[in-house]
């Protein structure tokens, strides 16, 4: 640990579904134990309010500084140079964490001008860029979270088609599905869909739908819709 503490290692043995501690693999990547990948709502929310209340420790963030926006910008050129294909991911905050910060923006005014900030260097820098730290601007409910920071892979898959078709500039599932239901209308390539007025709306029918897709189900549409076509 940060402490110099020793965590005792512990073989994996049974169904990682059922483990009741977590595994972190060789890619960095954590899988939660069971207990808290199963929380109820009460729990989750629980947990959110808890949160909410940490993000104090980013007060005094007023506005973004130029000497760390230089200092990133640097790092994405050498990291290009070096032939790395960068993707941007943004991860959303719970919903409630989201309500909470809006209404309580008092020396975190420079949360704020993140989102903005890598969009515009996203695009002048030509890097893929997916998903928002706003819930409600990349479709993310309240049940694909775990706690207030964490989303589930089930929202993941839905925002961010996977670093290889990133890598190309690929759709996501929901630009998928809003192009299979409504065609180009009012969307563009990594447009935002969620439920914000900001973002392309779609109905609530569509919605419920679209937020308990997997990519097994997408892909399987898509099969059925070519073969369709085929015939």
Same mark, same amino acid.
């Given at each position: 640990?940060?402490?110099? %503490? /020793?965590?005792? !290692?512990?073989?994996?043995?049974?169904?990682?579904?059922?483990?009741? !501690?977590?595994?972190?693999?060789?890619?960095?990547?954590?899988?939660?134990?069971?207990?808290?990948?199963?929380?109820?709502?009460?729990?989750?929310? @629980? %947990?959110? #309010?808890?949160?909410?209340?940490?993000?104090?420790?980013?007060? =005094?963030?007023?506005?973004?500084?130029?000497?760390? /926006?230089?200092? *990133?910008?640097? !790092?994405?050129?050498?990291?290009? +140079?070096? =032939?790395?294909? $960068?993707?941007?991911? &943004?991860?959303?905050?719970?919903?409630?964490?989201?309500?909470?910060?809006?209404?309580?923006?008092?020396?975190?005014?420079?949360? *704020?001008?993140?989102?903005?900030? #890598?969009?515009?260097?996203?695009?002048?820098? =030509?890097?893929?860029?997916?998903?928002?730290?706003? +819930?409600?601007?990349? =479709?993310?409910?309240?049940? #694909?979270? *775990?706690?207030?920071?964490?989303?589930?892979?089930?929202?993941?898959? &839905?925002?961010?088609?996977?670093?290889?078709?990133?890598?190309?500039?690929?759709?996501?599932?929901?630009? /998928? &599905?809003? &192009?299979?239901?409504?065609?180009?209308?009012?969307?563009?390539?990594?447009?935002?869909?969620?439920?914000?007025?900001?973002?392309? $709306?779609?109905?609530?029918?569509?919605?419920?739908?679209?937020?308990?897709?997997?990519?097994?189900? #997408?892909?399987?549409? @898509?099969?059925? @819709?070519?073969?369709?076509?085929?015939?």
């Amino acid at each position: 640990t940060e402490d110099g %503490e /020793t965590i005792p !290692f512990k073989a994996m043995t049974g169904s990682l579904e059922s483990l009741d !501690f977590s595994v972190k693999f060789a890619d960095g990547s954590i899988y939660y134990p069971v207990t808290f990948r199963n929380w109820a709502y009460e729990e989750v929310m @629980a %947990e959110a #309010l808890a949160q909410a209340g940490t993000i104090s420790a980013m007060h =005094g963030f007023d506005t973004m500084d130029p000497y760390w /926006t230089d200092l *990133f910008d640097r !790092f994405v050129r050498h990291v290009q +140079a070096k =032939g790395v294909n $960068v993707v941007f991911l &943004l991860t959303p905050y719970h919903p409630f964490i989201c309500l909470h910060v809006y209404n309580n923006p008092q020396g975190l005014t420079g949360f *704020f001008e993140v989102e903005p900030w #890598l969009r515009e260097y996203a695009a002048g820098r =030509g890097i893929p860029l997916y998903g928002s730290y706003h +819930a409600g601007r990349a =479709g993310v409910l309240e049940p #694909l979270f *775990f706690d207030g920071i964490h989303c589930r892979p089930q929202a993941l898959e &839905l925002m961010f088609p996977g670093i290889q078709a990133a890598v190309k500039g690929e759709r996501t599932a929901y630009e /998928t &599905l809003y &192009l299979q239901e409504y065609g180009d209308v009012a969307n563009t390539k990594n447009a935002l869909i969620g439920y914000d007025p900001d973002c392309v $709306v779609p109905n609530e029918e569509w919605y419920k739908y679209a937020s308990t897709v997997t990519w097994a189900q #997408l892909n399987a549409r @898509a099969a059925g @819709a070519a073969d369709a076509a085929g015939a």
